[in-house]
């Protein structure tokens, strides 16, 4: 598989963290399901190629649109390609996806909705547009332009919002919600409510996915590092504690994880 990223243009960096596409000039063979996890982030994507089929477990649960919305994550998911490969994604950064749609983002979490069923006909044009596009570039230009025109400018809300993302993705997930509700001098309910809204998690489950990600990233670099010494780092309380949301955000244990094939997992690991 060839995975490439890409950076957006300047009015909309804020918001979106990188394009991607993922691609295969044959048909897929059959592996099996591709494990993702989850990481704090919402992604737009377009099936180019063959659509994917979604499992959660050893269920099916649907073949995937031609475009849509995935929602966050709260748990691994499964998805295995039908074809050919050709994907084309936008990555939101955590409360970026909250400026372009009137609904509250938790709304969609853990669901698949499709782009016209938010944004009606100007959706199925987009999914008509980027399916004719020849190539990633092109791709960009009309994603950009259909962003922009439905770019509402961030509230004062929002700003404490990306502040909040901002300080739990730097602290790799060691922040405490009580920390930041007394530094931006709101109420912790208030806060947990505005952030869900915009995030479409909790930030107390928000932080636990950051600091995960840090934590398999620093596997992924570094595989030489003892699981005892990642959970220390990473503030885990010990070795077990790391363990439990190992196997609740991945599905695995960290035996199975090394010996597992996760390259499409590990191409979206959040950095």
Aim: glycine share 6%.
């Amino acid at each position: 598989m060839i995975y490439n990223t890409y950076t957006p243009s300047k009015p909309l960096e804020k918001y979106i963290k990188y394009y991607w596409t993922l691609e295969n000039a044959r048909a897929a063979n059959p592996q099996g399901p591709e494990r993702i996890f989850p990481d704090g982030c919402v992604e737009l994507m377009f099936h180019y190629g063959d659509v994917f089929r979604k499992y959660l477990g050893a269920k099916e649960v649907y073949t995937q649109s031609r475009s849509f919305i995935h929602g966050q994550l709260k748990n691994f998911i499964e998805v295995e390609p039908t074809g050919k490969i050709g994907t084309f994604s936008i990555r939101f950064t955590p409360a970026g996806l909250h400026h372009f749609l009137p609904i509250n983002i938790d709304d969609i979490t853990e669901h698949d909705v499709s782009v016209a069923d938010l944004w009606g006909r100007p959706g199925a044009i987009l999914e008509e547009q980027i399916m004719e596009a020849p190539d990633a570039a092109k791709r960009i230009r009309i994603v950009e332009n259909f962003l922009l025109k439905r770019l509402t400018v961030a509230q004062n809300s929002q700003d404490i919002i990306s502040h909040c993302v901002c300080a739990i993705s730097t602290s790799r997930g060691l922040v405490s919600i009580d920390k930041l509700s007394k530094d931006i001098n709101i109420g912790k309910r208030h806060l947990e409510r505005k952030f869900l809204n915009a995030v479409g998690l909790s930030p107390k489950l928000f932080t636990r996915i950051i600091r995960f990600q840090y934590a398999l990233n620093v596997i992924d670099k570094m595989p030489q590092s003892t699981l005892t010494g990642v959970a220390y780092d990473m503030g885990f309380y010990d070795q077990s504690h790391f363990i439990k949301d190992f196997r609740e955000f991945t599905g695995l244990n960290p035996k199975q994880y090394f010996v597992s094939n996760l390259e499409f997992a590990k191409h979206l690991l959040t950095p």
